[in-house]
């Protein structure tokens, strides 16, 4: 039996899947360069480019097969958004509704959905508890929940809403003691991004910057669990600003924020905040304000932030930083979505491994 990865964007939500001991059978997205190099890091499951509102569950089962465990997903946050515009009539807050709709219609023995704290709000509960509809009389349901990935030892903080279903005929429900039970003491920046300083650069391939580490001595525990056999990674690329903006981000303290472009200087001994998406060009290319590195004048490289959000120096992004950017921060941190299904694996009789603090 295996799993379906609704909205896989670049495969966050799929990662922790894995790692908690699940197959991943197939993935479905509409953004065709958000998935872009999630064949590349997920071979083993069939990705298709597809409207989740107009698919139907034979659909799935048609690319997935017919014996699912579970289906999971993050649907596009933005119209629930406490930093955006909330607007009722984003066409995106729908897509909440098809997601437990494809459930109610399949089946599975169980059910992840992760999407922003603002879907808790009192302006959005309505559309949660309609789409909510689709499931309440065939599963043991708990949420909404608000968690965070620093809380299951992830380097940032990142508050998401999570909702978790398990089919009534299991008999088994998972509680929020079971999910606290997996807790354990958020890294820090410096566990994460140490030992990637005096990184050598290795060459291009695939249009991707490839990047050896080059730091002596053992990496911190958080680290560790994410480098590569190799010692190599991609999305390593520094930006090259100007002169006078350089001096600008030399004068933020750790902790404080550059007054013009309100960049969060990032300190040795804390989390990084929540990292942002910015937009697609269908919405106007926004950027995302990132963070400054905790010693240098510069902005976060493409492969810090992934070892701050929990993805592995194997993973892959886009070539371009922007896409890069965008496809890290839509993402479930692999951390936390790890621990989600390492519960669901742990009572539902699966073999799963326990987080190690």
């Not at 968690?147 to 909702?163: E, I, K, M, N, P």
């Not at 010692?231 to 030399?250: C, M, P």
């Not at 493409?302 to 929990?310: I, S, T």
Request: with cysteine; charged share 20%; aromatic share 8%.
């Amino acid at each position: 039996m295996a799993l379906v990865d609704l909205f896989c964007g670049s495969g966050g939500f799929s990662l922790g899947a894995h790692r908690a001991g699940f197959e991943v059978s197939a993935a479905f997205d509409i953004d065709s360069i958000l998935t872009s190099s999630f064949q590349k890091n997920f071979p083993g499951t069939r990705l298709a480019l597809a409207d989740v509102s107009t698919l139907t569950g034979e659909q799935v089962k048609a690319i997935a097969g017919n014996d699912i465990e579970g289906i999971f997903g993050g649907p596009p946050c933005q119209g629930f958004s406490e930093i955006g515009r909330k607007d009722v009539n984003d066409p995106r807050r729908k897509l909440l509704g098809h997601f437990f709709r494809l459930v109610a219609e399949l089946q599975p023995r169980f059910f992840v959905m992760e999407n922003v704290r603002g879907l808790a709000h009192s302006d959005a509960r309505e559309v949660l508890e309609a789409a909510l509809n689709f499931v309440t009389n065939d599963y043991q349901i708990l949420g909404p929940l608000i968690l965070d990935a620093a809380d299951f030892g992830a380097a940032t903080r990142r508050q998401r809403l999570f909702v978790i279903g398990v089919r009534n005929d299991l008999k088994t429900a998972i509680t929020l003691a079971d999910i606290e039970a997996w807790m354990r003491p958020a890294a820090t920046v410096e566990a994460a991004l140490s030992d990637l300083s005096g990184a050598i650069y290795v060459g291009d391939t695939d249009g991707l910057d490839t990047w050896r580490i080059a730091k002596k001595g053992p990496p911190h525990a958080y680290a560790r669990t994410l480098r590569s056999l190799t010692g190599q990674f991609t999305s390593h690329r520094i930006v090259q600003h100007k002169a006078e903006i350089s001096a600008r981000f030399a004068k933020v303290p750790p902790g404080g924020t550059d007054a013009i472009g309100r960049h969060p200087r990032l300190s040795w001994h804390g989390q990084c905040p929540t990292l942002r998406a910015g937009t697609g060009s269908d919405r106007g290319s926004y950027q995302a304000v990132r963070p400054l590195h905790p010693e240098e004048p510069r902005v976060i490289t493409v492969r810090e932030a992934a070892r701050l959000q929990g993805f592995p120096d194997d993973h892959e992004f886009h070539p371009t930083t922007w896409h890069s950017f965008r496809m890290i921060g839509n993402s479930v941190s692999p951390v936390i979505a790890e621990a989600i299904f390492g519960v669901i694996a742990a009572k539902l009789g699966r073999l799963g491994r326990k987080l190690v603090a």
